[in-house]
């Protein structure tokens, strides 16, 4: 945020600049320059190719031009974007009703464990291999956990306890939405906890302590004090969290299971989209690749530091 | 939820004593000492004698009892969902699981484990997972440093630059599929006219099995290099000016620089950037899966990641794929655990 604001002024500055450079510029900066610009091509030509593809009419006929250039005017077409957003536009929706809650959730039970776990003083040698626990969650791979997932939510009479909900006419198949959020939630409490924490041992000690002094409570500290200060750290991890939960392709193909399924993600039916049997249509891939990629792009294009801030630490 | 643990507390309390006389005056200070927060270790003393939550206070702090509320439930939901569930994994991969009926917990042993060990299929998804995780973890390293130093080489328009490396970061496993499908595409993919502008190729990427790996490892490497960069740029950023300016004086050149002083001082990027990668090759099913839209991913391509998730949902050989999973979850436990230590080593944990 604060570096849109200060682009406009920067960019001046850095143009004032450029000429300068432009003046006295030596072997060394010109290397250093055609590098940068060099990775910069290698960083954009797959999206750049995958956009000019998306509005072409059959990118394997056109041939006759290359597949990072804009389509020729005979080639130019809306119709795979309308195709795409046609198929994925459920998908958004269901990716959304749980992406959002999960990632609410998942930050708050984070920050709550982060401050049980910093803010209180008992004994340090129990904490260790607590912290250690939350730790070593982030890296499990998902495999080890997925037979006895499909065995629990199989168990779990979600179906009965949520008839209520039915009755107001959700189709049943959103039982696979529940799953997700509460699945989501439990997987993505060790980061939070972990970013939360890292954030937390930095916020200043004395204050807490006056004000536990006063005989303010654990939780109300937490809620007077701890929770406003927060704040920025919750961006980051919302925004963390929910790039991680919207791109997340195994658990919802492990508990919605089909694309054709009311309730399917949208990155299950873009995994099976454009693919039929006379051949897979890049066309229509690639627009729909742009449009699930969508709500994580706008996220990153207004929130590029703090998405950087949770992925570095 | 405070007011329901201190009269737990207070029941806990009465229980230990028995039901004495004084019932309600301890009832009464429990009350008072939790709700006035720092009176509450006097109380605690009060109740010498008390039970067992008492003596755990004693243990291991008053701050325990009370912090508990904050951290105990998103604890036990992770510790259910994430150590309870390997520990079932475990149970049902010694098991013979296989097709609709559920699991015969009664009869356990080992057979699974001897069954992979003698698959062909485990072993060079054994193989290939672990070339996909040194490969892709030493070259994304590297490039993410190479990129994180020539950022940091006092750039115009340094913030765009990061923020165009950093971009493919934010997508899924599932569009940079589509992407790197497009673009090793055999007749129009942008790999092979590039190659073939300089009269190379053109070359079948994932059709050919002994090429699509690396070809996987590319793609991935594109998507997570630029994480790498902001991992190694805040580690640069962290080293004091003056340890440039002392190699600078004793005359060292740029590279030596570098390589002499600058990155030594990077070990702890290193360590925390590689985990996390190894951790990302582990989870690269989702790419995998995408690139042919099933659970057979390219012939060269199967991980154990893929071959786990096939053999459970697509032919239900559930005790076999988590028996597979555990060797899984066991290669993962060998790179975190030193991790662990690491940490706790350093005191972070």
Redesign the interface.
Known sequence: MS?AQS?DS??SG?LA??RE?LAGLDGYRVA??A??LG??A??????E??LV?AFKTN??G??ST???APPPGEFFTLEKWQTAISALGRGMVNSALYAVPATIISAL??S??????T?????AR???P???????????????????????WGTVPLAEVLAPVWAVGVPRAYTGVVELII?H???G??IC?VLFRGYYTTVSEEMIEAA??D?????RV?RRIVFPISTPMFAVVLIYQF?QI?????FA??LV?TESSPAAPV?LI???LG?SQEG?D?AL??A??FV??LP??I??ILF?DE??EG??T | ??EFLSSIRTRLRRAGRGGDSDDTDVTTAGRVA?????AAGGAAGAAKSGGFLDRLDE??????T??????????L??????????A??FV?SLTDYQGFV??DYSDLDFEMYVRAANDAGVIEATINTFLLVVSFTAIALAFGLV?AI??D?D???E?T???????????????????????Y?Y????VN?LLGAVGIGPINWIGNSQIVLWAVVFALV?QFS??TM??Y??GLRAIPNEHYEAARVDGASTLKMYWRVIIPQLKGSTISAA?VLM?FA??A??FL??LV?GYRPPNGTDI??TK??RE??SVNN?AY??A???I??LM?LS??GP??YY??SKGE?
Do not use: C, H
Request: glycine residues 8%.
């Open positions: 570096d682009t920067e960019q850095a600049g450029v450079d250093l320059y590098t940068v990775l910069t290698f960083y954009l030509t797959p999206i190719s995958g593809t990118p394997e056109v041939s290359l597949p990072f039970l984070g709550f464990a982060a401050y049980g776990l803010q209180a003083d008992w004994k129990y904490k260790a607590i912290l250690a626990l939350f730790v070593a969650a982030i890296f499990i791979p998902y495999q080890a956990v997925l037979v006895p997932l499909s065995q629990f699945t939630v439990a997987y409490i060790p906890m536990r002094l005989g303010a409570t654990f939780a937490y790039t919207w791109n997340d392709l195994l193909l492990i299971s990155v873009l995994a099976g693919e897979q890049f891939r690639m729909g690749a699930a990629a994580t792009l996220v990153y590029g998405f950087a992925v570095a | 939820m405070r939790t709700d006035g927060g720092t243990r291991v702090g008053e701050d325990f009370e912090s508990a509320v904050f951290w105990l439930p998103p604890f939901l992770m510790g259910l969902f994430v150590y309870g569930a390997i079932w994994n049902i559920g699991p990129l020539l950022v080489r750039i115009r328009f913030n630059f990061r923020t165009i490396y950093l971009l493919p970061m934010s997508l899924s496993f599932v569009v940079t599929a589509q992407f790197w499908l497009w673009m595409n007749n129009n993919g942008v006219i594109w630029g994480y902001v991992v740029l805040a985990i951790v582990l989870k099913f989702d899966y995408s839209s154990l990641a786990m998730v459970a949902y559930w794929a988590s597979i999973a555990i899984l979850f993962a790179i975190i991790y662990l940490q706790y944990l």
